[in-house]
């Protein structure tokens, strides 16, 4: 079966099933689908917002591909998304004073590159030096990480001007500059590179084989000689670094401060979407701009049906749920017995 | 399991007496592109060891799977007590009677024994811990065993948890015991104690099928030889032929069997040495050797100690010397530090005193990278596990110590073109049988497998090779082609260490033998005629010789 079929198929089921329990409850499935491609995709105002929406999905995708093909389950997404994006909304408006736009920037992406790095060398040190497993110690360090991140615009960052504890907020036009004329910022066209570049390395160069071989046989890669620690905390590192980065984009590109209890959780939303997509960079882009309009499409949409506002995720978890079973019949299907 | 009633009484076996206790009844199991089980009848008898033979992919394991109730016959009948029966479960073969010996081993390390027998019991029953108490030392007595039932199972020898596998086959009375290459990971001593054991249930009445591709010990333990040879039924030896029989007419008729009649005239003839039957049975070709050892040796170990492990015997104190040209076989049973001394010099385990230097420079703290650099070579024998990435290419297996490096990466961008070229051309070279360079490695025969590896390890820039069980696994064909290469290597000048626990192997190609025990190098010897007994002896740990 090809590739593509074997994507479109589950989507499809995906769908119907996904209807069929709309149905159940009394709701009108062809109008809760029109709705989301309307809003999300038919009007213009919903195509730049699913856009917009891609963007950090999108380096979040690009850090966990780094992380799942070599191994590693980074699951820590949140923490790590939320604190740089901390670290980014602090810094960007007290920068901004001295130096210019561009290098302000610049210089809150690199910060929230490396606050996102940062976190995640405990676990990464952790699981290569003594192999403690990492979905534990990312899980844990996420939860710590939100709750810092709070602590810290609460206590130490807190604009004084506003009534609901918020960082200072970066004024729109220090934000990321906007794509030809729409509200699209460059962050979006950054997030596509960074997916590109990162399955050219996994794919294309001696670094990204390691860390598949890492992944696919720990024991191989000592047999071949790899520093392994080494490779493990870089696979960390970049991975983290990714995510980082996408909090800092999604704050210098769209809010431009970040309140108290915010935390749009899309470190674990985008698990799924690396594992639908294989790992491919191509595909990770095609599955984020179905989700993104999913996501920006299912908000109203739920609002006008009257289904719970993460009816999107039921239809994620049924697309994992068919995908996994059209792959295990396909695989059955042609598995010969023996060689 | 409605056949039971559906069928008239017992089908008389062809002996016309008692029916046998199992048998196959024109049998077929095909899997998608080949068939495994080509149209088979086969019979075993109370109180008979029913040896069948063959290489691999003949067809052994796919009937384990049929009696252990794991696969369905496609066509044809399996008849137990001579009624036609389904065994459609493992759980129906085990009530069946049918116990069956896996090739590896399936125990719960982390538990006892006597808790490890009494696994498997109906989900609500209590552990009754006193009768499985007794039932364990009514078959110790069976067997001649003697093993603490307390002990955890991580801390027993291979030999010993096979017993206890054997034991677990055995716990409900059964009355047909499938052993599937029993004696694959056993030391001599432990293929004798098997041997003890099997006479002892054949004399219980007990019908005995062991899968093996050793001839020798068909020969030794059988009572009837069975020979599959692609899926079918290539021949058999009734009991009656069979004690008619010396044993190099058994050994004719069998290689005969295995190998079809073209063996001495096709392969012989271009191999340019011994006709290949006699090659196939290790009639011992002792190697004339041409060392120089009045030169500086290629690799010299000097007190090499690592540090403690808990799965593996770590070394002790190991010095030696390693020529170039030469053949160093080591010899000891499994277990003895032959792991570390191999991970030790390949760079994958660190040295904690000692020191190493290769052709007379200090190489003591390099990793493997700049060891492999050198020229050093490990063929390791966890082929699948560590030696290779399964699900990989073979073009990527083949290029896996040197990822990153000239001319198949420049600047750390990878060259695929050059890859898959060159992954042809070695295809080609070393007659690796496989679809395609693109095909996981995974997918390949053991056979294949290793020539993978030892394409990658004995390349062109080797200096030093060190093989661990280089020939395990392997069915004779391939045996003999990795023994060749090998050989072909040292004739390069090319120093190679072989450890094995097959001393017939080390006896044939090596031109001198050290003994590991208990981490040490006890003694290296001359590969003369009087080795075999100073080895022996060596390996129980006697004072050197």
């Not at chain 2, 063929?379 to 040197?402: H, I, Q």
Request: proline fraction near 4%; charge should be neutral; hydrophobic fraction near 50%.
């Amino acid at each position: 079966m090809s590739n593509v079929l074997r994507v479109l198929v589950p989507v499809a089921l995906a769908l119907i099933v996904g209807g069929l329990i709309l149905l159940v409850l009394g709701k009108d499935p062809l109008g809760y689908y029109g709705f989301v491609v309307q809003r999300s995709l038919m009007r213009w105002g919903g195509v730049q917002e699913t856009l917009t929406r891609m963007a950090p999905l999108l380096l979040i995708a690009a850090g966990l591909m780094v992380a799942f093909r070599a191994g590693i389950w980074n699951l820590g997404g949140d923490g790590q998304f939320l604190l740089a994006a901390v670290a980014s909304a602090a810094l960007a408006p007290a920068l901004g004073e001295v130096l210019g736009r561009g290098p302000t920037l610049l210089v809150c992406m690199l910060a929230g590159t490396a606050v996102g790095a940062l976190w995640s060398l405990i676990p990464a040190l952790l699981k290569a030096r003594y192999g403690v497993n990492e979905i534990i110690t990312t899980l844990m360090m996420s939860f710590l990480g939100t709750s810092f991140a709070n602590v810290l615009i609460k206590l130490v960052l807190r604009d004084p001007d506003t009534t609901v504890p918020q960082t200072r907020s970066l004024a729109v036009d220090d934000r990321l500059p906007r794509l030809f004329g729409t509200t699209i910022h460059w962050g979006l066209v950054l997030a596509v590179l960074a997916v590109i570049l990162v399955h050219l390395m996994m794919t294309r160069t001696a670094f990204g084989l390691r860390l598949q071989v890492l992944g696919a046989n720990r024991a191989a890669a000592v047999h071949a000689g790899f520093r392994v620690e080494r490779l493990t905390i870089a696979a960390f590192a970049v991975s983290a670094g990714l995510i980082g980065l996408a909090g800092a984009v999604e704050v210098l590109g769209v809010w431009g401060t970040v309140r108290a209890d915010w935390n749009p959780a899309f470190g674990l939303l985008v698990v799924p979407l690396v594992f639908l997509a294989r790992f491919n960079g191509y595909a990770v882009i095609g599955f984020t701009l179905f989700f993104s309009a999913l996501m920006v499409g299912g908000e109203s949409a739920a609002r006008k049906v009257g289904v719970p506002q993460h009816y999107v995720l039921v239809l994620v978890a049924l697309l994992l749920l068919f995908l996994a079973l059209v792959e295990y019949l396909d695989h059955s299907r042609r598995k010969p017995g023996a060689f | 399991m409605t056949n039971d009633a559906t069928q008239p009484g017992p089908v008389p076996s062809s002996d016309g007496a008692t029916p046998a206790v199992a048998a196959l009844r024109r049998v077929t199991k095909r899997f998608p592109g080949i068939v495994a089980l080509n149209d088979v009848s086969l019979e075993f008898h109370a109180g008979e060891i029913h040896v069948l033979l063959g290489e691999n992919g003949a067809g052994k394991s796919t009937l384990v799977s049929l009696l252990a109730g794991m696969q369905a016959p496609d066509e044809g009948q399996i008849l137990i007590g001579g009624r036609p029966t389904a065994i459609d479960s493992p759980r129906r073969s085990m009530d069946l009677g049918i116990g069956t010996v896996f090739q590896r081993v399936l125990l719960v390390p982390s538990l006892t024994v006597i808790e490890n027998l009494m696994l498997g019991g109906s989900w609500l029953r209590r552990l009754a811990r006193g009768a499985a108490l007794g039932r364990f030392q009514e078959l110790s007595a069976l067997l001649g065993t003697r093993m603490d039932p307390d002990a955890p199972v991580s801390g027993l020898s291979l030999g010993e948890q096979q017993q206890v596998e054997i034991m677990r086959a055995l716990w409900h009375d059964e009355k047909l015991l499938l052993l599937d290459e029993p004696t694959s990971m056993l030391t001599p001593q432990g293929v004798a104690d098997l041997g003890r054991m099997m006479q002892r249930l054949k004399d219980q009445g007990v019908a005995l099928i062991l899968i093996t591709h050793k001839l020798i010990e068909a020969y030794e333990f059988g009572d009837r030889i069975s020979v599959l040879r692609l899926g079918t039924v290539a021949g058999a030896i009734e009991p009656l032929r069979l004690k008619a029989m010396n044993e190099a007419q058994r050994t004719d008729t069998v290689i005969r069997m295995m190998f079809g009649a073209d063996v001495r005239s096709g392969a012989a003839a271009d191999q340019g040495h011994e006709p290949e039957l006699e090659v196939l049975l290790r009639r011992t070709l002792r190697r004339a050797s041409t060392v120089d050892r009045s030169q500086l040796p290629a690799l010299s170990v000097q007190s090499a100690v690592t540090a403690a492990d808990f799965t593996e015997t770590s070394l002790r104190n190991v010095s030696f010397d390693l020529w170039a040209g030469e053949v160093l076989g080591i010899a000891g049973v499994d277990g003895n530090g032959q792991k570390h001394l191999a991970e030790m010099l390949a760079g994958q385990r660190p040295l904690r005193h000692g020191r190493l230097e290769l052709g007379g420079a200090d190489i003591t703290r390099g990793r493997v990278p700049e060891r492999r650099l050198r020229g050093i070579r490990y063929v390791t024998d966890d082929r699948l596990g560590e030696g290779t990435v399964g699900t990989f290419s073979v073009a990527t297996n083949l290029v896996l110590k040197e990822i990153g490096a000239f001319p198949y990466w420049r600047h750390g961008i990878s060259d695929w073109d050059k890859i898959h070229r060159s992954a042809r051309e070695q295809i080609r070279r070393n007659d690796i049988r496989t679809p395609s360079e693109l095909t996981p490695v995974g997918k390949l025969s053991g056979g294949n497998v290793q020539k993978v590896l030892l394409a990658r390890e004995l390349d062109a820039e080797a200096n030093v090779a060190i093989l661990n069980k280089p020939t395990y696994g392997l069915d004779l064909h391939n045996q003999r082609l990795a023994l060749d290469r090998i050989v072909a290597a040292a004739a390069r000048g090319v120093a190679v260490m072989v450890i094995s626990t097959d001393l017939d192997e080390l006896f044939e190609i090596s031109d001198r033998i050290g003994v590991m025990f208990q981490g040490q190098m006890v003694g290296v010897v001359e590969n003369d005629d009087a080795a075999a007994d100073k080895i022996r002896r060596l390996m129980t740990g006697a004072a050197a010789a």
